[in-house]
């Protein structure tokens, strides 16, 4: 069976991270997140994390070179050998083309899946986020809340708000989203891959999830 390219879109705060993290244990693929890629390369302090630390900072997007020059590096990595998960990847039409280039010299079945969430949500969602400055965890308000407030379940750490959820840093990254990635969609809906739009708004993550995989199922033409 062709490999499995599972594009999970939507804006900022829509859910990606955790339903690439709960269908990359129940599908077996790995997660590709070019956000925590660029984090890590910010962390590590090499000359792509000093590159891309301001416009981070400031919610813009990097350069499409750098982002997809990440992404053809990986997906041909051993942990990548039975399918994919991209989480805010691609978010421009140049970085689209160039994985539909990618893509199509490979046997991978692609797949779109569209997690639509009102903004208004999402702001109010984002603000209640919080991360580990040690371990990278993010919590939260909901399901997803630490045991206790403010402290990492992992390793006790205090909580901290993500530089780039502050509210006006959410709007940026919501107006970017916009004017730069809707026509991503456009693009994949040209090309012929499936796209499916998924509402994704005070349903639980793991009802979500399950709805993904049935999405896939039937897409690899498998019984429910
Ligand atoms: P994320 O965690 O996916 O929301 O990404 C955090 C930040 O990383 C974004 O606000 C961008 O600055 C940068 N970033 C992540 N993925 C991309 C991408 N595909 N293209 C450009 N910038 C990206």
Known sequence: MARLCLILFGSPGSGKGTQAKLLKESLGIAHISTGDMLRERVASGDEV?????????????????????????????????????????PRTVQQAE??????????????????????????????????????????GINSSAPNTVGVCDKDGAKLAV???????????????????TSP???????????????PAAGIPPQVIAKGIEALIRKERGEAA
């Open 184 to 198: 991503v969609l456009a693009f994949f809906k040209k090309s012929g891959i499936p796209c499916w739009d998924v």
């Open 49 to 89: 994390g000093r590159s891309v630390a301001s416009l981070m900072q400031a919610g813009e997007l990097v350069p499409d070179e750098t982002v997809n020059r990440l992404v053809e590096e990986k997906i041909d990595r051993p942990e990548c050998a039975n399918g994919f998960i991209l989480d805010g990847y």
């Open 98 to 139: 160039l994985l539909a280039e990618l893509l199509v010299m490979r046997p991978i079945r692609t797949i779109v899946v569209h997690l639509v969430v009102d903004y208004n949500v999402i702001v109010a969602r984002m603000a209640g986020r919080r991360q580990c400055p040690v371990c990278g965890s993010v919590y």
């Open 162 to 180: 993500r530089e780039d959820d502050r509210e006006e840093v959410v709007r940026e990254r919501l107006r970017a989203y916009e004017q730069q």
